[in-house]
């Protein structure tokens, strides 16, 4: 099914491939079966390194890259989580698709979305969102630690938070964490953090980045 725009639009409810219960075949075979799993990082020799955690669960994200200095392909990724069954699952299915084909280009991995990985996982849980972008932040900044060891800081992109409320210091960070948690309408962010209750005039620019995460994460019209 295509959005307005023509895009293809991913499946985030329960799996529909035939799968028993929540969680999709694929989503089951990535976690019973993880692949590129980081066992031990002692002897490994790493091009550029990543670690994030999630604001929704507190869980913790590692990712190591090997990156062919020549063509700048990533020819190695490792990962490692104390997450769930879908950070598993879409890490794993994430480390396939950045090294298949002879290694996705660094600009290629950056550009990786989210609903890329969870279309190959044939959906997630909605409240399960925010659980598979893990993987790729920690890719992304460890694409920054591999630019920076190699001299190249102006390659190197920071996701900053711009201060959307004023009043009570919530960023733009903040309302894209809301909705990878299950936030869809402006109620449901306010009641996860506060935004607009002070300074109502940032209203507009909140529902307006609601709309944009949940297009971005969910394909949502
Ligand atoms: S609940 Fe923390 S990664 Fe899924």
Request: glycine share 10%; with cysteine; aromatic share 6%.
């Amino acid at each position: 099914m295509n959005n307005k725009k023509g895009q293809k639009k991913i499946d985030i409810a329960p799996a529909k491939n035939g799968g028993s219960g929540f969680y999709s075949d694929v989503v089951k075979e990535h976690f019973f079966k993880p692949k590129n799993f980081m066992e031990d990082e002692s002897g490994y020799k790493a091009d550029g390194q990543g670690m994030v955690g999630s604001p929704a669960c507190g869980d913790v994200m590692r990712v190591w890259i090997q990156v062919d200095d020549k063509s700048r392909r990533i020819k190695d990724l490792k990962w490692k989580t104390f997450g769930c069954a879908s950070a598993i699952a879409a890490t794993s299915m994430m480390s396939e698709m950045v090294t298949e084909k002879g290694g996705m280009t660094l600009e290629e991995a950056r550009a990786l979305r989210p609903q890329d990985i969870t279309e190959r996982l044939h959906g997630l849980p909605v409240r399960k969102i925010h659980c598979s972008v893990l993987g790729d932040k920690a890719l992304r900044a460890a694409i920054n630690d591999y630019y920076r060891k190699q001299g190249e800081t102006d390659k190197v992109e920071v996701e900053a938070g711009r201060v959307i409320d004023k009043v009570l210091k919530i960023t733009d960070q903040d309302i894209e964490e809301a909705v990878l948690d299950g936030a869809v309408t402006l109620e449901d962010v306010q009641r996860k953090t506060k935004v607009g209750t002070g300074d109502p005039s940032c209203i507009p620019e909140v529902e307006q980045l609601i709309r944009f995460y949940r297009e971005k994460y969910f394909g949502a019209e």
